[in-house]
């Protein structure tokens, strides 16, 4: 079978080395990156199947790399840091990570990690692209994503075709954050300018109409300074 490929992303050469030894030692292919843009280029142009990345690095930050290449690549992302807040944690899952791991780490701790989050991506395919199920059932709430329905406790809701599309969005990625302007970008298909009003406003209607208390959500959300997500429940 082939090797399958894990990008490593660090501006610490020394970590760099150790992990892809590590990987390599466990049967992977390393492919090394030493900054947030080198990170977003290798993920776009190699055939990758995990990311190991650094928060803290020059250029761009590792965070903000992942919402890069969460617009393009659903492939499992593993944030490593040294920042072991749980609010730090919190931050990295919701811009796009799939796991969180605090440095230093335990390296058999690593792999199995990595291991896991494989074992995932490579039985259940993209989970969030490719569902095995045209139902996305998530609380009171439930998708079809071939007939684009959404129920709220059995009920079907009418949805304008603009907030459809918000909701396939958002529903097959449950618990992403997505910023005002990748919601844009992809809802309506152009440049997103000063859009947050817009997607807002649109925000605001869904709300409404699949909430028990609107002015409380429990699955439409905002998380203020980076996007708006539909809560995994």
Known sequence: MDKKRILIVD???EIVRAI???LEKEGYSALCAYDGLEAVDAAMNNEIHLILIDVMMPKLNGLSAVMKIREKRNIPIIVLSAKSEDTDKILGLSMG???YVTKPFNPMELVARVRSQLRRY???GDINAHRNTSEILNGRLSYNTEERILKADGDPIR???TETKIIDLLMRNLG???PAE???RR???EPAYCVENTVMVHIRRIREKIELNPKEPEYLKVVWGIGYKIEKI
Do not use: K, P, Q
Request: hydrophobic share 50%; no cysteine; charged share 30%.
């Open 176 to 178: 992403r954050t997505f």
């Open 159 to 161: 949805l304008t075709a």
């Open 97 to 99: 990570a799939d796991d």
């Open 11 to 13: 501006d610490d050469r």
């Open 187 to 189: 809802v309506w298909n």
């Open 122 to 124: 490579l039985s259940l």
């Open 182 to 184: 990748e919601i844009y």
């Open 20 to 22: 892809a030894i590590l």
